[in-house]
């Protein structure tokens, strides 16, 4: 179903204060006022802010879900692939504060944390769907798993941001194109593309 214009509104004023402030600290009526409309139009569209947090959520995963499958679908090699993902991982984190993360991710009592790590879970097996797509093309290897390399994509964003890598390789950029390129072809000799 086509979203209509206002609740449009009211999804991305959600999300760009949800991701500054969290959850708790953000009021409907601070939602409304950045996204320009009444409180009856927010009713007309979410019974609460749980609500508004979820379908905010579920926006931003199924926006993630196309665009990983637009990477795997750019006719490019298995490295750049590999660039791209974590990229696109490292943007998706972009803006998202401590307090978004100890409400959505953190806290046991707003309920959040459960709805997300279900729609994690759901998120998780369509991308290894698709990985496994790509591996039956002959995109990546046919005996990788990908779970673990989701499993390492977690662990590799706080490393893209670690000042002493930004400081040997100049750029978050630039650390992230070295761990898709050993990722991809590990330490062996001439595997990678000459620069």
């Not at 926006?59 to 490295?79: H, Q």
């Not at 959505?104 to 496994?132: C, H, M, N, V």
Request: glycine share 4%; hydrophobic share 40%; with cysteine.
């Amino acid at each position: 179903m086509a979203l209509k214009p206002r609740q449009k509104l009211l999804l991305a004023a959600a999300r760009e204060l949800f991701w500054k402030f969290g959850f708790r600290k953000v009021s409907v009526e601070d939602i409304c006022n950045q996204a320009g409309v009444s409180r009856m139009t927010f009713y007309k569209y979410y019974n609460d802010k749980f609500a508004l947090a979820k379908a905010t959520y579920d926006m931003e995963v199924e926006k993630g879900m196309r665009e990983f499958e637009d990477v795997l679908n750019t006719p490019v090699d298995s490295a750049e692939k590999m660039e791209m993902i974590l990229k696109l991982k490292a943007e998706s984190l972009n803006g998202i504060s401590q307090e978004f993360v100890r409400d959505f991710y953190a806290d046991e009592k707003l309920g959040l944390k459960e709805y997300i790590e279900q729609r994690t879970i759901d998120y998780w097996k369509s991308i290894i769907k698709l990985f496994q797509f790509a591996q039956e093309k002959g995109d990546f290897r046919r005996d990788f798993n990908p779970e673990l390399l989701l499993f390492l994509s977690k662990q590799i964003i706080t490393t893209i941001h670690d000042p002493y890598l930004i400081g040997l390789f100049g750029s978050s950029k630039a650390v992230i194109m070295e761990i898709a390129r050993l990722l991809t072809y590990g330490i062996a000799p001439n595997q990678t593309k000459s620069e």
